[in-house]
T-cell receptor, first 112, second 112 residues
Framework: GENVEQHPSTLSVQEGDSAVIKCTYS??????FPWYKQELGKRPQLIID?????GEKKDQRIAVTLNKTAKHFSLHITETQPEDSAVYFC???????????FGSGTKLNVKP | NAGVTQTPKFQVLKTGQSMTLQCAQD?????MYWYRQDPGMGLRLIYY???????DKGEVPNGYNVSRLNKREFSLRLESAAPSQTSVYFC???????????FGEGSWLTVV
């Protein structure tokens, strides 16, 4: 199966600063890379995703970049706000496109 | 439209007891999943079902069994619970041709 590694495990930023979370994957057949946000005690919810034929995707303050050659992808959050505080998970599909393999998560703390 | 519903939300078991986590989705999705979430380890796939009548092992299937009763329902059974199975369990589903995984609210299981 796929192996997804995620860094850092915790990230603390000041409100208004940018935050970057990085993930690497092992299976070159992976072609879909979603990011999920999980607030305390809640279910994970999709915030942005990218397919392998695209290098970058933006949605307001969040963006994802993908480098297929290096097999890594990153989540960028600009102008962070306290409500961005949560755990973020990256994921990849691996060669079996029906399965999703998640990274270990990054706990983001945005200090007001 | 409730999405993905799982029960129970909280459960305490004694070592060796058995129980079944129930999951149902009303989005007419083909694919359904069971994940477990442990601190620092992200979401790990236990079992997956591509359609009614089919199931497949994920990353951590040992100690669990599943049943895809029909298109709506996908249950997870612990035959003889162990303290190592203390975790938060998430059921999820995904529609045909779609990439977004929709999660249930989670089931907090403690084995003492």
């Amino acid at each position: 199966g796929e192996n997804v590694e995620q860094h850092p495990s915790t990230l603390s930023v000041q409100e208004g600063d940018s935050a970057v979370i990085k993930c690497t994957y092992s299976d070159s057949a992976s072609n879909y890379f979603p990011w999920y946000k999980q607030e305390l005690g809640k279910r994970p919810q999709l915030i942005i995703d990218i397919r392998s034929n695209v290098g970058e995707k933006k949605d307001q303050r969040i963006a994802v970049t993908l480098n297929k050659t290096a097999k890594h992808f990153s989540l960028h959050i600009t102008e962070t706000q306290p409500e961005d505080s949560a755990v973020y998970f990256c994921a990849a599909t691996g060669g079996d496109f029906n399965k999703f393999y998640f990274g270990s998560g990054t706990k983001l703390n945005v200090k007001p | 439209n409730a999405g993905v519903t799982q029960t129970p939300k909280f459960q305490v078991l004694k070592t060796g007891q058995s129980m079944t986590l129930q999951c149902a989705q009303d989005m007419n999705h083909n694919s359904m999943y069971w994940y477990r979430q442990d601190p620092g380890m992200g979401l790990r796939l236990i079992y997956y079902s591509a359609s009614e009548g089919t199931t497949d092992k994920g990353e951590v299937p040992n100690g669990y069994n599943v049943s895809r009763l029909n298109k709506r329902e996908f249950s997870l059974r612990l035959e003889s619970a162990a303290p190592s199975q203390t975790s938060v369990y998430f059921c999820a589903s995904r529609g045909p041709g779609g990439n977004t995984i929709y999660f249930g609210e989670g089931s907090w299981l403690t084995v003492v």
